[in-house]
Protein backbone atom coordinates (compact mmCIF):
# COMPACT_ATOMS: atom_id res chain seq x y z
CA UNK A 1 0.00 0.00 0.00
CA UNK A 2 1.08 3.67 -0.70
CA UNK A 3 1.68 6.03 1.86
CA UNK A 4 -1.46 7.89 0.08
CA UNK A 5 -3.70 4.91 0.33
CA UNK A 6 -2.71 4.23 4.20
CA UNK A 7 -3.48 8.33 4.49
CA UNK A 8 -6.80 6.95 3.13
CA UNK A 9 -7.66 4.09 5.50
CA UNK A 10 -6.59 6.62 8.30
CA UNK A 11 -9.18 8.89 7.33
CA UNK A 12 -11.56 5.73 6.46
CA UNK A 13 -11.10 4.24 10.35
CA UNK A 14 -11.30 7.68 11.68
CA UNK A 15 -14.74 8.31 10.26
CA UNK A 16 -15.73 5.00 11.47
CA UNK A 17 -15.10 5.80 15.01
CA UNK A 18 -16.88 9.37 15.17
CA UNK A 19 -19.63 8.01 12.90
CA UNK A 20 -19.79 5.30 15.87
CA UNK A 21 -19.92 8.39 18.62
CA UNK A 22 -22.28 10.10 16.29
CA UNK A 23 -25.04 7.40 16.69
CA UNK A 24 -24.62 6.83 20.32
CA UNK A 25 -22.49 4.49 21.02
CA UNK A 26 -20.12 4.92 23.92
CA UNK A 27 -18.71 1.89 25.05
CA UNK A 28 -15.84 -0.04 22.75
CA UNK A 29 -14.16 -2.99 24.06
CA UNK A 30 -11.18 -3.99 22.37
CA UNK A 31 -8.64 -6.96 22.38
CA UNK A 32 -4.89 -6.94 20.99
CA UNK A 33 -4.05 -7.42 17.63
CA UNK A 34 -2.16 -5.87 14.88
CA UNK A 35 -4.59 -5.96 11.36
CA UNK A 36 -7.11 -3.76 13.94
CA UNK A 37 -4.37 -1.48 14.21
CA UNK A 38 -6.13 1.37 12.29
CA UNK A 39 -9.74 0.78 13.81
CA UNK A 40 -7.68 1.25 17.37
CA UNK A 41 -5.83 4.05 16.79
CA UNK A 42 -9.20 5.80 15.30
CA UNK A 43 -11.05 4.66 18.40
CA UNK A 44 -8.53 5.91 20.88
CA UNK A 45 -8.59 9.15 19.10
CA UNK A 46 -12.06 9.57 19.33
CA UNK A 47 -12.71 11.54 22.68
CA UNK A 48 -16.30 10.10 23.23
CA UNK A 49 -15.83 6.61 23.41
CA UNK A 50 -14.07 5.17 26.20
CA UNK A 51 -12.05 2.38 25.54
CA UNK A 52 -11.71 -1.04 27.70
CA UNK A 53 -9.59 -3.41 26.85
CA UNK A 54 -9.74 -6.70 27.71
CA UNK A 55 -7.03 -9.30 25.97
CA UNK A 56 -9.20 -12.65 25.84
CA UNK A 57 -11.82 -11.54 23.07
CA UNK A 58 -14.13 -14.22 24.35
CA UNK A 59 -14.10 -12.37 28.05
CA UNK A 60 -14.00 -9.27 25.99
CA UNK A 61 -17.27 -10.00 24.09
CA UNK A 62 -19.23 -11.12 27.22
CA UNK A 63 -17.64 -7.90 28.94
CA UNK A 64 -19.94 -5.97 26.48
CA UNK A 65 -23.04 -7.91 25.96
CA UNK A 66 -22.75 -7.03 30.50
CA UNK A 67 -23.16 -2.95 29.51
CA UNK A 68 -25.21 -3.47 26.74
CA UNK A 69 -27.49 -5.94 29.89
CA UNK A 70 -27.36 -3.26 32.17
CA UNK A 71 -27.64 -0.10 30.43
CA UNK A 72 -30.06 -0.69 27.74
CA UNK A 73 -27.69 0.61 25.18
CA UNK A 74 -25.58 -1.24 22.35
CA UNK A 75 -21.58 -1.86 23.48
CA UNK A 76 -19.38 -2.56 20.67
CA UNK A 77 -16.56 -4.97 20.03
CA UNK A 78 -13.07 -4.99 17.90
CA UNK A 79 -11.01 -7.64 17.57
CA UNK A 80 -8.07 -8.83 14.71
CA UNK A 81 -8.40 -11.28 12.61
CA UNK A 82 -8.59 -15.31 12.63
CA UNK A 83 -9.48 -17.09 15.65
CA UNK A 84 -9.87 -13.33 17.40
CA UNK A 85 -13.35 -13.36 15.88
CA UNK A 86 -14.22 -16.75 16.09
CA UNK A 87 -14.08 -16.21 20.09
CA UNK A 88 -17.07 -13.46 20.25
CA UNK A 89 -19.20 -16.75 19.26
CA UNK A 90 -20.39 -17.96 22.35
CA UNK A 91 -21.50 -13.90 23.74
CA UNK A 92 -23.27 -13.13 20.22
CA UNK A 93 -25.38 -16.58 20.52
CA UNK A 94 -26.68 -15.25 23.97
CA UNK A 95 -26.63 -11.44 22.66
CA UNK A 96 -28.79 -12.91 20.04
CA UNK A 97 -31.11 -15.24 21.50
CA UNK A 98 -31.39 -12.68 24.45
CA UNK A 99 -31.85 -9.59 22.25
CA UNK A 100 -29.09 -7.48 23.50
CA UNK A 101 -27.49 -5.21 21.04
CA UNK A 102 -24.09 -5.67 20.04
CA UNK A 103 -21.97 -4.52 17.66
CA UNK A 104 -19.26 -6.86 16.77
CA UNK A 105 -16.40 -4.84 14.28
CA UNK A 106 -13.71 -7.74 13.23
CA UNK A 107 -10.64 -6.87 10.97
CA UNK A 108 -9.46 -9.20 8.12
CA UNK A 109 -6.94 -9.44 5.65
CA UNK A 110 -8.14 -7.71 2.24
CA UNK A 111 -9.53 -10.01 -0.21
CA UNK A 112 -6.06 -10.62 -1.84
CA UNK A 113 -5.18 -12.51 0.77
CA UNK A 114 -7.97 -14.61 1.64
CA UNK A 115 -8.34 -18.74 0.47
CA UNK A 116 -4.17 -18.47 -0.74
CA UNK A 117 -2.60 -19.63 2.77
CA UNK A 118 -2.11 -16.01 4.05
CA UNK A 119 -1.34 -16.23 8.06
CA UNK A 120 -3.94 -15.86 10.75
CA UNK A 121 -6.69 -15.84 7.83
CA UNK A 122 -10.11 -17.24 7.87
CA UNK A 123 -12.97 -16.79 5.82
CA UNK A 124 -14.62 -14.43 8.32
CA UNK A 125 -18.09 -13.68 5.72
CA UNK A 126 -20.59 -14.93 7.44
CA UNK A 127 -19.00 -15.85 10.14
CA UNK A 128 -21.95 -15.74 13.06
CA UNK A 129 -24.68 -17.23 10.63
CA UNK A 130 -27.83 -16.43 11.25
CA UNK A 131 -27.16 -15.28 14.98
CA UNK A 132 -26.89 -11.44 14.07
CA UNK A 133 -29.37 -9.56 13.17
CA UNK A 134 -26.99 -8.26 9.79
CA UNK A 135 -23.87 -8.66 9.20
CA UNK A 136 -21.81 -5.82 6.70
CA UNK A 137 -18.79 -6.77 4.72
CA UNK A 138 -17.36 -3.00 4.50
CA UNK A 139 -14.75 -3.56 1.96
CA UNK A 140 -11.47 -2.28 2.03
CA UNK A 141 -11.29 1.38 2.39
CA UNK A 142 -11.29 3.52 -0.71
CA UNK A 143 -11.59 6.98 -0.81
CA UNK A 144 -14.64 7.52 -2.66
CA UNK A 145 -16.73 5.34 -0.35
CA UNK A 146 -16.69 7.49 2.98
CA UNK A 147 -20.39 8.20 2.56
CA UNK A 148 -21.45 4.56 2.38
CA UNK A 149 -19.49 3.38 5.21
CA UNK A 150 -21.20 6.31 7.49
CA UNK A 151 -24.54 4.93 6.52
CA UNK A 152 -23.62 1.32 6.34
CA UNK A 153 -22.69 1.99 10.16
CA UNK A 154 -25.93 3.82 11.27
CA UNK A 155 -27.84 1.27 9.46
CA UNK A 156 -26.42 -1.36 11.24
CA UNK A 157 -26.56 0.38 14.71
CA UNK A 158 -30.28 0.76 14.12
CA UNK A 159 -31.01 -2.80 13.06
CA UNK A 160 -29.08 -4.08 16.61
CA UNK A 161 -31.52 -1.80 18.30
CA UNK A 162 -34.53 -2.76 16.78
CA UNK A 163 -37.15 -4.40 16.30
CA UNK A 164 -35.93 -7.34 17.23
CA UNK A 165 -32.52 -6.00 19.08
CA UNK A 166 -29.55 -8.10 19.11
CA UNK A 167 -25.91 -8.28 17.49
CA UNK A 168 -24.57 -7.01 13.88
CA UNK A 169 -21.55 -7.89 12.54
CA UNK A 170 -19.27 -5.33 10.78
CA UNK A 171 -16.16 -6.72 8.76
CA UNK A 172 -13.24 -4.74 7.95
CA UNK A 173 -10.51 -5.66 5.46
CA UNK A 174 -7.61 -3.86 5.87
CA UNK A 175 -4.36 -3.65 4.53
CA UNK A 176 -0.47 -2.56 5.44
CA UNK A 177 0.85 -0.46 6.24
CA UNK A 178 -1.74 0.06 9.52
CA UNK A 179 -0.20 2.37 11.29
CA UNK A 180 -1.96 5.80 11.34
CA UNK A 181 -0.70 8.14 8.40
CA UNK A 182 -1.26 11.78 8.22
CA UNK A 183 -2.83 13.15 4.97
CA UNK A 184 0.28 14.63 2.67
CA UNK A 185 -1.56 15.83 -0.65
CA UNK A 186 -4.05 17.93 -1.77
CA UNK A 187 -6.33 15.17 -2.49
CA UNK A 188 -5.45 13.31 0.63
CA UNK A 189 -6.04 16.71 2.73
CA UNK A 190 -9.88 17.37 0.68
CA UNK A 191 -10.83 14.14 1.24
CA UNK A 192 -9.86 14.57 5.42
CA UNK A 193 -12.33 17.95 4.70
CA UNK A 194 -14.62 15.76 3.63
CA UNK A 195 -14.74 13.40 5.88
CA UNK A 196 -15.25 15.69 8.37
CA UNK A 197 -18.10 17.51 6.90
CA UNK A 198 -20.38 14.06 6.92
CA UNK A 199 -19.99 13.82 10.56
CA UNK A 200 -22.51 15.31 12.86
CA UNK A 201 -24.93 13.71 15.67
CA UNK A 202 -27.05 11.03 14.44
CA UNK A 203 -30.21 10.50 15.78
CA UNK A 204 -31.89 6.57 16.06
CA UNK A 205 -35.23 6.03 17.72
CA UNK A 206 -34.52 2.59 18.22
CA UNK A 207 -37.97 0.94 16.14
CA UNK A 208 -40.11 -1.00 18.10
CA UNK A 209 -41.96 -4.23 17.02
CA UNK A 210 -45.94 -3.30 18.37
CA UNK A 211 -48.17 -6.31 19.16
CA UNK A 212 -51.48 -6.44 16.80
CA UNK A 213 -54.66 -4.64 18.15
CA UNK A 214 -57.20 -7.13 16.93
CA UNK A 215 -54.82 -9.90 18.72
CA UNK A 216 -54.74 -7.81 21.89
CA UNK A 217 -58.53 -7.39 21.93
CA UNK A 218 -59.24 -11.09 21.60
CA UNK A 219 -56.87 -12.03 24.78
CA UNK A 220 -58.45 -8.95 26.52
CA UNK A 221 -62.19 -10.74 25.32
CA UNK A 222 -61.04 -13.91 26.52
CA UNK A 223 -59.39 -12.53 30.33
CA UNK A 224 -62.79 -10.78 31.02
CA UNK A 225 -64.72 -14.06 30.40
CA UNK A 226 -62.75 -16.04 32.66
CA UNK A 227 -62.27 -15.14 35.92
CA UNK A 228 -59.52 -18.19 36.69
CA UNK A 229 -56.67 -17.06 35.20
CA UNK A 230 -52.81 -16.81 36.31
CA UNK A 231 -49.93 -14.48 34.93
CA UNK A 232 -46.76 -16.63 34.93
CA UNK A 233 -43.37 -14.14 34.04
CA UNK A 234 -39.94 -15.66 33.39
CA UNK A 235 -36.82 -13.53 32.59
CA UNK A 236 -37.36 -9.94 31.14
CA UNK A 237 -34.98 -7.25 30.43
CA UNK A 238 -33.45 -5.29 33.39
CA UNK A 239 -35.32 -2.21 32.48
CA UNK A 240 -38.77 -3.57 32.39
CA UNK A 241 -41.72 -1.32 33.57
CA UNK A 242 -43.14 -3.63 36.23
CA UNK A 243 -45.83 -1.42 36.76
CA UNK A 244 -48.12 -2.15 33.96
CA UNK A 245 -48.09 -5.83 34.83
CA UNK A 246 -49.25 -5.05 38.45
CA UNK A 247 -51.58 -2.89 36.65
CA UNK A 248 -52.69 -5.77 34.48
CA UNK A 249 -53.09 -8.34 37.25
CA UNK A 250 -55.00 -5.70 39.17
CA UNK A 251 -57.34 -5.18 36.46
CA UNK A 252 -57.91 -8.82 35.49
CA UNK A 253 -57.98 -10.21 38.59
CA UNK A 254 -55.03 -12.83 38.47
CA UNK A 255 -52.39 -13.47 40.62
CA UNK A 256 -48.70 -13.71 39.50
CA UNK A 257 -46.22 -15.92 39.32
CA UNK A 258 -42.89 -14.37 38.69
CA UNK A 259 -39.07 -15.26 39.00
CA UNK A 260 -36.71 -13.29 40.00
CA UNK A 261 -35.41 -12.69 37.15
CA UNK A 262 -39.07 -11.19 35.85
CA UNK A 263 -38.07 -7.87 37.28
CA UNK A 264 -41.30 -8.47 39.44
CA UNK A 265 -40.24 -10.55 42.22
CA UNK A 266 -37.87 -7.52 44.27
CA UNK A 267 -38.84 -4.78 45.44
CA UNK A 268 -41.93 -2.90 46.28
CA UNK A 269 -45.19 -4.43 45.27
CA UNK A 270 -48.82 -3.29 45.62
CA UNK A 271 -50.95 -4.94 48.43
CA UNK A 272 -53.75 -5.14 46.07
CA UNK A 273 -51.33 -7.81 43.49
CA UNK A 274 -51.51 -11.04 45.22
CA UNK A 275 -47.88 -12.53 44.43
CA UNK A 276 -47.15 -16.44 44.14
CA UNK A 277 -43.77 -16.26 45.27
CA UNK A 278 -44.05 -20.02 46.42
CA UNK A 279 -45.64 -21.64 43.29
CA UNK A 280 -42.96 -24.27 42.35
CA UNK A 281 -43.41 -25.75 46.34
CA UNK A 282 -47.37 -25.71 45.70
CA UNK A 283 -47.78 -29.62 44.84
CA UNK A 284 -49.13 -29.58 41.21
CA UNK A 285 -52.23 -31.72 42.59
CA UNK A 286 -52.77 -28.52 45.31
CA UNK A 287 -52.43 -25.72 42.85
CA UNK A 288 -55.92 -24.29 41.80
CA UNK A 289 -56.80 -25.19 37.86
CA UNK A 290 -56.04 -22.12 35.80
CA UNK A 291 -58.04 -21.48 32.42
CA UNK A 292 -56.12 -18.65 31.28
CA UNK A 293 -52.39 -18.35 31.57
CA UNK A 294 -51.11 -15.34 30.25
CA UNK A 295 -47.46 -16.07 30.14
CA UNK A 296 -44.93 -13.31 30.00
CA UNK A 297 -40.86 -13.03 28.71
CA UNK A 298 -38.34 -16.41 28.53
CA UNK A 299 -39.41 -20.20 29.38
CA UNK A 300 -40.04 -20.38 33.01
CA UNK A 301 -37.17 -22.07 34.93
CA UNK A 302 -39.46 -23.37 37.82
CA UNK A 303 -38.61 -27.27 38.41
CA UNK A 304 -42.51 -28.20 38.19
CA UNK A 305 -43.22 -25.97 35.33
CA UNK A 306 -43.51 -28.89 32.80
CA UNK A 307 -45.63 -31.29 34.83
CA UNK A 308 -48.03 -28.33 35.77
CA UNK A 309 -47.94 -27.14 31.92
CA UNK A 310 -48.86 -31.11 30.94
CA UNK A 311 -52.02 -30.60 33.40
CA UNK A 312 -53.57 -27.14 31.45
CA UNK A 313 -55.59 -29.25 29.32
CA UNK A 314 -58.16 -27.19 27.83
CA UNK A 315 -56.97 -23.90 29.66
CA UNK A 316 -56.19 -21.29 26.96
CA UNK A 317 -52.38 -20.09 26.99
CA UNK A 318 -51.10 -16.77 25.76
CA UNK A 319 -47.56 -16.32 25.33
CA UNK A 320 -46.04 -12.34 25.39
CA UNK A 321 -42.01 -12.81 24.75
CA UNK A 322 -41.00 -10.34 22.20
CA UNK A 323 -40.07 -10.22 19.10
CA UNK A 324 -39.28 -14.03 18.79
CA UNK A 325 -41.47 -16.76 18.33
CA UNK A 326 -41.72 -18.85 22.32
CA UNK A 327 -43.73 -21.93 22.38
CA UNK A 328 -41.36 -24.88 22.72
CA UNK A 329 -44.43 -27.11 23.73
CA UNK A 330 -46.57 -25.63 20.45
CA UNK A 331 -49.49 -25.97 23.02
CA UNK A 332 -50.10 -22.25 23.29
CA UNK A 333 -53.32 -20.53 21.95
CA UNK A 334 -51.98 -17.60 21.03
CA UNK A 335 -48.09 -16.06 20.40
CA UNK A 336 -48.13 -12.57 20.53
CA UNK A 337 -45.08 -11.04 19.20
CA UNK A 338 -43.94 -7.65 20.08
CA UNK A 339 -42.66 -5.55 22.43
CA UNK A 340 -44.18 -7.27 25.87
CA UNK A 341 -44.49 -3.75 28.22
CA UNK A 342 -46.21 -2.49 25.08
CA UNK A 343 -48.47 -5.92 25.11
CA UNK A 344 -49.30 -5.25 28.38
CA UNK A 345 -50.31 -1.46 28.57
CA UNK A 346 -52.40 -2.16 25.71
CA UNK A 347 -54.17 -5.10 27.08
CA UNK A 348 -54.49 -2.93 30.24
CA UNK A 349 -56.28 -0.42 27.73
CA UNK A 350 -58.28 -2.82 26.12
CA UNK A 351 -60.29 -3.92 29.76
CA UNK A 352 -61.02 -0.50 30.58
CA UNK A 353 -58.28 0.19 33.01
CA UNK A 354 -56.47 2.87 31.60
CA UNK A 355 -57.33 5.66 28.92
CA UNK A 356 -54.86 4.70 25.92
CA UNK A 357 -52.09 6.42 25.61
CA UNK A 358 -51.84 6.53 29.35
CA UNK A 359 -49.20 4.91 31.64
CA UNK A 360 -49.62 2.44 34.56
CA UNK A 361 -49.44 4.21 37.80
CA UNK A 362 -45.69 3.78 39.83
CA UNK A 363 -46.93 1.61 42.92
CA UNK A 364 -45.40 1.75 46.54
CA UNK A 365 -44.79 -0.77 48.58
CA UNK A 366 -47.76 -1.14 50.85
CA UNK A 367 -50.39 0.78 48.82
CA UNK A 368 -53.11 -0.52 47.15
CA UNK A 369 -53.41 -0.68 43.26
CA UNK A 370 -55.64 1.90 41.45
CA UNK A 371 -57.22 -0.37 39.09
CA UNK A 372 -59.88 -1.18 39.55
CA UNK A 373 -61.00 -4.96 38.92
CA UNK A 374 -63.58 -6.57 36.97
CA UNK A 375 -64.70 -9.43 39.26
CA UNK A 376 -64.39 -10.91 42.75
CA UNK A 377 -61.12 -11.95 44.55
CA UNK A 378 -62.73 -15.07 45.01
CA UNK A 379 -59.56 -16.62 43.08
CA UNK A 380 -57.24 -14.60 44.30
CA UNK A 381 -58.05 -15.97 47.86
CA UNK A 382 -57.62 -19.76 47.12
CA UNK A 383 -54.43 -18.73 45.31
CA UNK A 384 -53.48 -16.68 48.52
CA UNK A 385 -54.06 -19.48 50.92
CA UNK A 386 -51.78 -21.84 48.65
CA UNK A 387 -49.24 -19.35 48.68
CA UNK A 388 -49.59 -19.04 52.43
CA UNK A 389 -49.07 -22.41 53.14
CA UNK A 390 -46.10 -23.27 50.63
CA UNK A 391 -44.07 -19.72 51.99
CA UNK A 392 -44.02 -21.38 55.62
CA UNK A 393 -43.23 -24.47 54.39
CA UNK A 394 -40.49 -23.29 52.77
CA UNK A 395 -39.17 -21.04 55.83
CA UNK A 396 -39.30 -24.42 57.99
CA UNK A 397 -37.36 -26.12 55.21
CA UNK A 398 -34.70 -23.63 54.88
CA UNK A 399 -33.91 -23.64 58.78
CA UNK A 400 -33.72 -27.04 58.63
CA UNK A 401 -31.07 -26.91 55.97
CA UNK A 402 -29.21 -24.13 57.48
CA UNK A 403 -26.26 -25.08 55.07
CA UNK A 404 -27.83 -24.99 52.18
CA UNK A 405 -27.93 -23.00 48.47
CA UNK A 406 -31.12 -21.24 49.88
CA UNK A 407 -30.32 -20.26 53.39
CA UNK A 408 -26.76 -18.46 51.66
CA UNK A 409 -29.28 -16.59 49.04
CA UNK A 410 -31.20 -15.12 51.13
CA UNK A 411 -28.67 -13.74 53.24
CA UNK A 412 -26.56 -12.61 49.82
CA UNK A 413 -29.70 -10.37 48.69
CA UNK A 414 -30.60 -9.28 52.00
CA UNK A 415 -27.35 -7.87 52.37
CA UNK A 416 -27.31 -6.35 49.08
CA UNK A 417 -28.17 -2.94 49.48
CA UNK A 418 -31.40 -1.72 47.15
CA UNK A 419 -30.58 -0.47 43.72
CA UNK A 420 -27.37 -2.70 43.78
CA UNK A 421 -27.89 -5.15 40.66
CA UNK A 422 -28.12 -9.10 41.14
CA UNK A 423 -26.55 -10.70 38.13
CA UNK A 424 -28.25 -14.79 38.53
CA UNK A 425 -26.11 -17.77 37.04
CA UNK A 426 -27.65 -20.44 35.20
CA UNK A 427 -28.05 -23.78 36.44
CA UNK A 428 -29.00 -24.22 40.15
CA UNK A 429 -28.67 -20.42 40.95
CA UNK A 430 -31.54 -19.22 38.56
CA UNK A 431 -33.93 -21.88 40.24
CA UNK A 432 -32.77 -21.63 44.03
CA UNK A 433 -33.56 -18.51 44.26
CA UNK A 434 -37.03 -18.95 43.85
CA UNK A 435 -37.30 -20.45 46.79
CA UNK A 436 -37.41 -17.40 48.35
CA UNK A 437 -40.05 -14.97 49.52
CA UNK A 438 -39.88 -11.77 46.95
CA UNK A 439 -40.55 -8.00 47.89
CA UNK A 440 -38.00 -6.03 49.58
CA UNK A 441 -35.66 -3.59 48.51
CA UNK A 442 -35.87 -2.89 44.70
CA UNK A 443 -32.88 -4.54 42.35
CA UNK A 444 -32.88 -4.91 38.35
CA UNK A 445 -31.84 -8.94 37.87
CA UNK A 446 -29.62 -10.07 34.85
CA UNK A 447 -29.61 -13.04 33.93
CA UNK A 448 -28.26 -15.20 30.63
CA UNK A 449 -31.30 -16.57 29.91
CA UNK A 450 -31.16 -16.30 25.83
CA UNK A 451 -29.16 -19.34 25.29
CA UNK A 452 -28.94 -20.28 28.99
CA UNK A 453 -25.64 -21.41 29.30
CA UNK A 454 -23.05 -21.05 32.45
CA UNK A 455 -20.43 -19.07 29.83
CA UNK A 456 -19.12 -15.68 30.41
CA UNK A 457 -20.76 -15.35 33.60
CA UNK A 458 -18.00 -12.89 35.50
CA UNK A 459 -17.23 -11.79 32.45
CA UNK A 460 -20.63 -9.99 31.91
CA UNK A 461 -21.09 -9.45 35.64
CA UNK A 462 -18.26 -7.08 35.39
CA UNK A 463 -19.12 -5.03 32.05
CA UNK A 464 -22.93 -4.68 34.34
CA UNK A 465 -20.98 -2.30 36.34
CA UNK A 466 -21.06 0.15 33.89
CA UNK A 467 -24.91 0.72 34.27
CA UNK A 468 -23.37 2.54 37.29
CA UNK A 469 -24.67 0.57 40.19
CA UNK A 470 -22.69 -2.16 42.24
CA UNK A 471 -23.16 -5.68 40.99
CA UNK A 472 -23.08 -8.61 43.03
CA UNK A 473 -23.21 -11.91 40.85
CA UNK A 474 -24.09 -15.47 42.23
CA UNK A 475 -22.58 -18.16 40.59
CA UNK A 476 -21.73 -21.85 40.74
CA UNK A 477 -18.58 -23.46 41.21
CA UNK A 478 -18.46 -24.93 37.95
CA UNK A 479 -19.70 -21.96 36.31
CA UNK A 480 -16.37 -19.91 38.20
CA UNK A 481 -14.23 -22.71 36.66
CA UNK A 482 -15.85 -22.05 33.39
CA UNK A 483 -15.05 -17.97 33.17
CA UNK A 484 -11.90 -18.33 35.06
CA UNK A 485 -10.33 -15.68 32.37
CA UNK A 486 -13.42 -13.34 33.66
CA UNK A 487 -11.28 -12.17 36.71
CA UNK A 488 -8.84 -10.84 34.49
CA UNK A 489 -12.01 -8.40 32.45
CA UNK A 490 -13.23 -7.65 36.02
CA UNK A 491 -10.35 -5.60 36.88
CA UNK A 492 -12.17 -3.22 34.35
CA UNK A 493 -15.22 -2.93 36.70
CA UNK A 494 -16.18 0.39 37.33
CA UNK A 495 -18.74 -0.36 40.45
CA UNK A 496 -17.96 -2.86 43.10
CA UNK A 497 -18.60 -6.12 41.98
CA UNK A 498 -18.72 -9.31 44.55
CA UNK A 499 -19.18 -12.40 42.95
CA UNK A 500 -20.78 -15.08 45.55
CA UNK A 501 -18.82 -18.33 44.51
CA UNK A 502 -21.73 -20.96 45.72
CA UNK A 503 -19.58 -24.00 45.81
CA UNK A 504 -21.35 -27.71 46.07
CA UNK A 505 -18.99 -29.55 45.26
CA UNK A 506 -19.85 -29.24 41.45
CA UNK A 507 -22.88 -29.44 38.98
CA UNK A 508 -25.38 -30.72 41.54
CA UNK A 509 -28.32 -29.78 39.08
CA UNK A 510 -27.71 -33.17 37.49
CA UNK A 511 -28.46 -34.76 41.10
CA UNK A 512 -32.00 -33.77 40.07
CA UNK A 513 -32.38 -35.13 36.76
CA UNK A 514 -33.24 -38.52 35.44
CA UNK A 515 -29.88 -39.13 34.56
CA UNK A 516 -28.58 -39.47 38.35
CA UNK A 517 -30.52 -42.83 38.50
CA UNK A 518 -29.46 -44.21 35.40
CA UNK A 519 -27.00 -46.32 37.48
CA UNK A 520 -23.98 -44.84 35.64
CA UNK A 521 -21.96 -45.46 39.14
CA UNK A 522 -18.52 -43.33 39.18
CA UNK A 523 -18.82 -42.36 35.33
CA UNK A 524 -22.13 -39.89 36.63
CA UNK A 525 -19.48 -37.95 39.37
CA UNK A 526 -16.60 -37.61 36.47
CA UNK A 527 -18.35 -36.73 34.05
CA UNK A 528 -21.56 -34.92 35.12
CA UNK A 529 -20.92 -33.39 38.38
CA UNK A 530 -17.52 -32.93 37.36
CA UNK A 531 -16.27 -31.20 40.66
CA UNK A 532 -13.79 -28.38 39.31
CA UNK A 533 -11.41 -29.36 42.63
CA UNK A 534 -10.45 -25.45 42.47
CA UNK A 535 -9.74 -22.87 45.65
CA UNK A 536 -11.78 -19.80 44.39
CA UNK A 537 -10.50 -17.44 46.93
CA UNK A 538 -6.49 -18.82 45.68
CA UNK A 539 -7.52 -18.25 42.38
CA UNK A 540 -8.74 -14.85 43.44
CA UNK A 541 -6.12 -13.41 45.27
CA UNK A 542 -3.35 -14.99 42.65
CA UNK A 543 -5.43 -13.02 40.12
CA UNK A 544 -5.47 -9.61 41.96
CA UNK A 545 -9.11 -9.58 43.06
CA UNK A 546 -10.25 -9.69 46.92
CA UNK A 547 -10.90 -12.89 48.55
CA UNK A 548 -12.59 -14.27 51.43
CA UNK A 549 -14.15 -17.83 52.28
CA UNK A 550 -17.40 -17.35 54.21
CA UNK A 551 -18.77 -20.50 56.18
CA UNK A 552 -21.77 -19.57 56.96
CA UNK A 553 -25.15 -17.81 56.02
CA UNK A 554 -24.34 -14.87 58.10
CA UNK A 555 -20.73 -14.64 57.17
CA UNK A 556 -22.05 -14.31 53.45
CA UNK A 557 -24.03 -11.94 54.35
CA UNK A 558 -21.49 -9.67 56.48
CA UNK A 559 -18.86 -10.09 53.35
CA UNK A 560 -20.96 -8.65 50.80
CA UNK A 561 -22.45 -6.49 52.61
CA UNK A 562 -18.65 -5.39 52.23
CA UNK A 563 -17.64 -6.17 49.18
CA UNK A 564 -20.55 -3.87 47.55
CA UNK A 565 -19.66 -1.03 49.59
CA UNK A 566 -15.91 -1.05 48.40
CA UNK A 567 -14.22 -0.19 44.95
CA UNK A 568 -12.68 -3.48 43.04
CA UNK A 569 -13.62 -7.15 42.49
CA UNK A 570 -14.12 -9.60 45.97
CA UNK A 571 -14.84 -12.85 45.49
CA UNK A 572 -16.60 -14.69 48.45
CA UNK A 573 -16.26 -18.35 48.15
CA UNK A 574 -19.27 -20.29 50.31
CA UNK A 575 -18.93 -24.10 50.73
CA UNK A 576 -22.42 -25.41 50.88
CA UNK A 577 -24.11 -28.61 51.65
CA UNK A 578 -23.71 -30.83 48.37
CA UNK A 579 -27.13 -31.81 48.63
CA UNK A 580 -28.98 -28.92 50.28
CA UNK A 581 -30.98 -27.29 47.32
CA UNK A 582 -32.44 -30.49 46.48
CA UNK A 583 -32.78 -31.45 50.85
CA UNK A 584 -35.01 -27.90 51.01
CA UNK A 585 -37.07 -28.43 48.02
CA UNK A 586 -37.54 -31.91 49.05
CA UNK A 587 -38.69 -30.96 52.54
CA UNK A 588 -40.63 -27.93 51.77
CA UNK A 589 -43.13 -30.01 49.41
CA UNK A 590 -43.14 -32.20 52.01
CA UNK A 591 -43.80 -29.75 54.65
CA UNK A 592 -46.38 -28.31 52.84
CA UNK A 593 -48.73 -31.71 52.91
CA UNK A 594 -49.77 -31.93 56.40
CA UNK A 595 -51.86 -28.59 56.47
CA UNK A 596 -53.54 -29.55 53.24
CA UNK A 597 -54.62 -33.24 55.20
CA UNK A 598 -55.68 -31.32 58.05
CA UNK A 599 -57.52 -28.61 56.54
CA UNK A 600 -59.51 -31.53 54.35
CA UNK A 601 -60.21 -33.50 57.75
CA UNK A 602 -61.33 -30.66 59.47
CA UNK A 603 -64.08 -29.90 56.47
CA UNK A 604 -65.41 -33.20 56.42
Known amino acids: MSATSAAVQTIWAELLATTLADAGITTVVVSPGSRSTPLVAALAGEPRLELVTIIDERAAAFFALGVARATGLPAAIVCTSGTAAAHYLPAIVEASLAGVSLIAITADRPPELQACGASQTIDQIGLYGGFVRGAFDLGAPVAHGLRALRRTIVAAITLARGPAPGPVHLEVPLRKPLEPALPSTDAERSLARDAAALCGPVSIAPPHLAADQAVIATLAAAITAEPDGVIVAGALPAGFPRDEVFALAVRAGYPVIAETGSQLRLGPRPSGVAMIDHADLIPIAQRPTPRL ?292 RRAAIELYAPPIRAARGASE
Open 293 to 584: VIQLGAEPVAASWPAWLATFGGAQRWILAGARWADPEASARGVILGDVAGAVAALVVALGGLDRGATAPAFQAGTRASQPRIRSTAWLDTWRAAQGLAEAASARAIESCARSEVAVLRAAIAAAPAGAMLQIGNSLPIRVVDHLPGGGAPHRVLTQRGAAGIDGLISSAAGATRGGAPVLLILGDVSFAHDLGGLLAARCASAPLAILVIDNRGGQIFAGLPVARAGLGAAFERHWITTPELDPSAIATALGARAVTAASAAAVGAAIEGALATPGVTVIHAPVSVSGAHDV
